[in-house]
């Protein structure tokens, strides 16, 4: 049985927190232009080829704290 297989979330080399900014808002239907105004607004410094991981450590975040705030509509 292969049922303790299902999900890696969170393992290296998986999840959103290795994609960067444009894979990410194109994996979740986001508009690039909306979610870099989101980022400038918080004062987060970014540039697109960063990872979202990158991002998060810049800013003082977790990774996961980060892609929440970018999924959570307006």
């Given at each position: 049985s292969k049922s303790?297989?299902?999900h890696?979330?969170?393992k290296a080399g998986g999840g959103p927190g290795w994609?960067?900014?444009a894979?990410?808002?194109a994996d979740e239907g986001l508009a690039l232009e909306t979610v870099?105004?989101?980022l400038?607004?918080?004062r987060i410094k970014f540039?697109?080829?960063m990872t979202l991981r990158e991002i998060a450590s810049h800013s003082g975040q977790k990774?996961?704290?980060l892609v929440e705030s970018l999924r959570a509509r307006p």
């Open positions: 303790g297989a299902a890696a979330e969170g994609k960067t900014l894979q990410f808002c870099r105004t989101r400038g607004a918080k540039d697109d080829t990774p996961y704290d």
